[in-house]
């Protein structure tokens, strides 16, 4: 049973910076696909930011130039480094993972709120 389990949010004042971080387990856990998703109430979810097996990275316009996704050797870890954090990047966070051996998981979500 593949499990993701985020960590690392919380509260922080305008400017400052936080690092999410998703654990992956079970077996067979080798993560192809990695990317992190927001939700602000009202809204729709969206992507932040995206890794490929390759390394390759693309972001959400917005967060562009403060945001970081990378991942472990291992690819069963993936990390959002974020910066300069603003009021509108308060929400739910959560990352999401495609193995394409077993399919699509998402974790369970990781509060971050931005003060100002």
């Known amino acids: 049973q593949v499990q993701l389990v985020e960590s690392g949010g919380g509260l922080v004042q305008a400017g400052g910076a936080l690092t999410l971080t998703c654990a992956g387990s079970?077996?067979?856990?080798?993560?192809?696909?990695m990317r992190w998703y927001r939700q602000a109430p009202g809204n729709q979810r969206e992507m932040v930011g995206i890794?490929?097996?390759?390394?390759?990275?693309d972001y959400l316009d917005s967060v562009k130039g403060r945001f970081t996704i990378s991942t472990n050797n291992a690819k069963d870890t993936v990390y959002l480094q974020m910066n300069s954090l603003k009021s509108e990047d308060t929400g739910g966070y959560y990352c999401?993972?495609?193995?394409?051996?077993?399919?699509?998981?998402w974790g369970q979500g990781t509060q971050v709120t931005v003060s100002s």
């Open positions: 079970g077996s067979g856990f080798s993560a192809n696909v």
């Open positions: 890794i490929s097996p390759s390394g390759g990275t």
């Open positions: 999401n993972v495609v193995i394409f051996t077993l399919g699509q998981f």
